[in-house]
């Protein structure tokens, strides 16, 4: 029979290493109560933050962009971001830091500090653990967390009362977070690789417990780098000369004439990059990621069609001289096809296997 701490020993185990939040898939609301009598509520669009996980305990650093706030009303929007709330342009960031000896396999108690308006005060979240899985080559783990404080405390003082008594909007304030963390990849502090993935068999050789060279550790943070930025950011990293080779869809970038790899900026505005695996070996860095977006905007010649683009991509690159010489681009084209509405939807892939979708002879 397994006993409690043998539960607790393994989960702390299998979450064991540095985690980075997936903003794509994580969420930190908040709700009110509305003139006494019914909840509004609301959530914050742009966050990021690590997580930092041992046998012993565990540490994070959240930071979330306040005037990301989303309440469903543009107007309200403007009430919470202004200085009666949470005076966005003076503090653009609300920032949460907490550490804890030890925690358990379900349920436990993280104590922390909550930094609203540039004023800390110390709070407690309750936390659910919701497991680990691995997909697509990346360690995902899940968290729940709840907690309540007193919005006065953090400098949040608007005190509009009704004609008969009673609050516009309470003083205290629940926080609901469903946090999505993935395992961090190796950067320049030569962390080793701890799975095998698509990347990792394409890249050959066995990259379990592998150290990094000072040159692959280098190459690696430069990608990081190159990704971080901007399409017209990019040519800092490039060799003079530098060539770029795309396959499947990238390759109708020249047909649709919007060249920067097939789209503009409302192409896919809100798009949202998480690096499940990356690898490297002499020369050369391999990636894998997966893409998240809504296409808002003219897209491989396809027109804005509102639908929400979720694919993997992976990408080369050789380095000459610290800086890319060459790299190369596939993406799951078939995925994409779907989501655009250029393919049928279908479940039963059977069929096509059977030869359904194939042309008559």
Same mark, same amino acid.
């Given at each position: 029979?397994?006993?409690?701490?043998?539960?607790?020993?393994?989960?702390?185990?299998?979450?064991?290493?540095?985690?980075?939040?997936?903003?794509?898939?994580?969420?930190?609301?908040?709700?009110?109560?509305?003139?006494?009598?019914?909840?509004?509520?609301?959530?914050?669009?742009?966050?990021?933050?690590?997580?930092?996980?041992?046998?012993?305990?565990?540490?994070?650093?959240?930071?979330?962009?306040?005037?990301?706030?989303?309440?469903?009303?543009?107007?309200?929007?403007?009430?919470?971001?202004?200085?009666?709330?949470?005076?966005?342009?003076?503090?653009?960031?609300?920032?949460?830091?907490?550490?804890?000896?030890?925690?358990?396999?379900?349920?436990?108690?993280?104590?922390?500090?909550?930094?609203?308006?540039?004023?800390?005060?110390?709070?407690?979240?309750?936390?659910?653990?919701?497991?680990?899985?691995?997909?697509?080559?990346?360690?995902?783990?899940?968290?729940?967390?709840?907690?309540?404080?007193?919005?006065?405390?953090?400098?949040?003082?608007?005190?509009?009362? &009704?004609?008969? @008594? $009673?609050?516009?909007?309470?003083? =205290?304030? +629940?926080?609901?977070?469903?946090? #999505?963390?993935?395992? !961090?990849?190796?950067?320049?502090?030569?962390?080793?690789?701890?799975?095998?993935?698509?990347?990792?068999?394409?890249?050959?050789?066995?990259?379990?417990?592998?150290?990094?060279?000072?040159?692959?550790?280098?190459?690696?943070?430069?990608?990081?780098?190159?990704?971080?930025?901007?399409?017209?950011?990019?040519?800092?990293?490039?060799?003079?000369?530098?060539?770029?080779?795309?396959?499947?869809?990238?390759?109708?970038?020249?047909?649709?004439? &919007?060249?920067? @790899? $097939?789209?503009?900026?409302?192409? =896919?505005? +809100?798009?949202?990059?998480?690096? #499940?695996?990356?690898? !490297?070996?002499?020369?050369?860095?391999?990636?894998?990621?997966?893409?998240?977006?809504?296409?808002?905007?003219?897209?491989?010649?396809?027109?804005?069609?509102?639908?929400?683009?979720?694919?993997?991509?992976?990408?080369?690159?050789?380095?000459?001289?610290?800086?890319?010489?060459?790299?190369?681009?596939?993406?799951?084209?078939?995925?994409?096809?779907?989501?655009?509405?250029?393919?049928?939807?279908?479940?039963?892939?059977?069929?096509?296997?059977?030869?359904?979708?194939?042309?008559?002879?």
């Amino acid at each position: 029979m397994t006993t409690v701490d043998e539960t607790v020993r393994r989960s702390r185990e299998a979450l064991a290493g540095t985690w980075t939040v997936d903003a794509a898939h994580s969420l930190v609301a908040f709700s009110v109560v509305h003139m006494t009598i019914a909840r509004v509520t609301g959530r914050f669009e742009v966050l990021d933050g690590e997580v930092e996980v041992t046998l012993s305990g565990a540490s994070v650093h959240v930071r979330v962009a306040t005037g990301s706030v989303s309440s469903g009303h543009p107007k309200r929007d403007e009430l919470i971001r202004s200085a009666d709330f949470l005076d966005t342009e003076r503090f653009p960031e609300l920032e949460f830091t907490a550490s804890c000896d030890g925690f358990s396999a379900r349920d436990w108690m993280l104590p922390g500090s909550l930094t609203i308006r540039g004023v800390t005060r110390p709070i407690e979240l309750a936390v659910r653990t919701g497991g680990v899985v691995d997909h697509r080559g990346a360690t995902r783990a899940g968290f729940s967390a709840r907690t309540s404080l007193d919005r006065r405390e953090f400098g949040l003082r608007f005190d509009g009362l &009704l004609a008969g @008594g $009673g609050a516009v909007v309470s003083n =205290l304030v +629940d926080i609901v977070i469903e946090a #999505e963390l993935v395992r !961090a990849w190796p950067t320049s502090k030569g962390h080793r690789m701890h799975s095998r993935s698509l990347v990792t068999s394409l890249a050959g050789g066995d990259y379990q417990d592998v150290e990094y060279t000072e040159e692959e550790r280098r190459n690696i943070d430069l990608v990081l780098k190159f990704r971080s930025v901007s399409l017209e950011e990019r040519a800092q990293f490039l060799k003079p000369g530098a060539t770029v080779n795309r396959v499947g869809m990238a390759s109708l970038a020249e047909l649709s004439g &919007l060249g920067m @790899g $097939g789209y503009r900026k409302d192409s =896919l505005p +809100d798009r949202h990059d998480v690096i #499940e695996d990356i690898v !490297a070996k002499a020369d050369r860095v391999w990636a894998v990621w997966s893409l998240t977006a809504t296409h808002a905007g003219e897209l491989y010649g396809f027109p804005a069609t509102g639908n929400k683009i979720d694919i993997t991509e992976m990408a080369i690159w050789r380095f000459e001289d610290g800086l890319v010489a060459e790299h190369w681009y596939f993406a799951d084209d078939f995925a994409l096809l779907r989501q655009l509405g250029a393919l049928p939807e279908f479940t039963d892939y059977a069929e096509l296997t059977r030869g359904r979708w194939r042309t008559a002879e």
